[in-house]
């Protein structure tokens, strides 16, 4: 676990906020739809992606959820963003493309 995993980690069990991952999910659901909502509202949904903006306290709240869901799975969070990196690596390298394919 590294260190931003093991400050949110800290920060859970000295604030005793320590839930089920389900819970977590939710949040981190939540959090990235606060960020859905600031898009499609600087954008003007869309019509104007020149104007996207989006708050860094959201950016934040939302990388806390998922660093706290991670937390609660016991899966490190750098861990598991080096395999996904390796992934897409390896899709543009086969075929040119970042997509699963499905």
Excluded: N
């Amino acid at each position: 676990m590294r260190d931003s995993q093991r400050r949110v980690a800290d920060f859970l069990a000295e604030a005793e906020l320590h839930t089920h991952p389900a819970y977590r999910l939710l949040d981190l659901t939540a959090e990235v739809g606060e960020l859905a909502a600031d898009a499609a509202k600087s954008s003007a949904y869309g019509d104007d992606p020149e104007s996207l903006s989006v708050h860094s306290e959201e950016l934040g709240d939302a990388l806390f959820a998922l660093l706290a869901l991670a937390a609660e799975l016991d899966v490190d969070a750098e861990t598991a963003l080096e395999e996904s990196l390796a992934k897409y690596e390896s899709r543009i390298e086969g075929d040119g493309t970042p997509g699963s394919g499905r």
